[in-house]
């Protein structure tokens, strides 16, 4: 059964404290990682995919890095806006399903 | 625009009661999704329907049925509603039938979430 672990389950950062987010998989063959971010009170908002290791995206502060085992989400120079949920999700090969992370909670300070 | 949409955003009621969700997408996707949030935030898929299809069927209780009237709506019928069903479900669809040609594996895009409250 596939497995996706996010740590650290939460994280406080000082604004312009760079840090990143793991998420370790077990999946019998990857057909993608996603990274989302959560609002409270808010569904989850589509961030990056990445479909093979090695692969990375950006967006803004954002930075998401995928391998064999584990994808990292890193946060350059956060900001009290980036404040979120982040869960992170694989897909197998074979379906359309889903599996996500427990999230990591990320709060920035002014 | 409102991309995926949900109906209530809250539901509070009683045990035992029968109450619906509905879902809709304006994204032309065919494929969508209920997912089910617990108190422990995590996100757990219970159905999926491609063109009203049934294509995943989670171990959820037979009390919750899904209905696909067209493959822009997708609802969440639930039956005999118990405590353990207090949660936020979350409706998600996704199938770009371009991206699909492409080799590229499909985005799920999420609706706002109803929170069902059980008393």
């Known amino acids: 059964e596939d497995q996706v672990t996010q740590s650290p389950e939460a994280l406080r950062l000082q604004e312009g404290e760079s840090s990143s987010l793991n998420c370790s998989y077990t999946?019998?063959?990857?057909?993608?990682l996603f990274w989302y971010r959560q609002d409270p009170g808010k569904g989850p908002e589509f961030l990056f995919t990445l479909y093979s290791a090695g692969e990375e995206k950006e967006k803004e502060r954002l930075k998401a890095t995928l391998t064999k085992k584990e994808s990292f989400l890193h946060i350059t120079a956060p900001k009290p806006e980036d404040s979120a949920t982040y869960l992170c999700a694989v897909r197998e090969a074979a379906g359309n399903k889903l599996t996500f992370g427990g999230g990591t909670r990320v709060l920035v300070k002014p | 625009d409102t991309a995926v949409s949900q109906t209530p955003k809250y539901l509070v009621t009683q045990m035992g009661n029968d109450k619906s969700i509905k879902c809709e997408q304006n994204l032309g996707h065919d494929t969508m999704y209920w997912y089910k949030q617990d108190s422990k935030k995590f996100l757990k898929i219970m159905f999926s329907y491609n063109n009203k299809e049934l294509i995943i069927n989670e171990t959820v209780p037979n009390r919750f049925s899904p209905k696909s009237p067209d493959k822009a709506h997708l609802n969440l019928h639930i039956n005999s509603l118990e405590l353990g069903d207090s949660a936020v479900y979350f409706c998600?669809?996704?199938?770009?039938?371009?991206?699909?040609?492409?080799?590229?594996?499909?985005?799920?895009?999420f609706g706002p979430g109803t929170r069902l409250t059980v008393l």
């Open positions: 998600a669809s996704s199938y770009n039938r371009i991206l699909r040609l492409a080799g590229n594996t499909d985005t799920q895009y």
């Open positions: 999946v019998s063959g990857l057909r993608g």
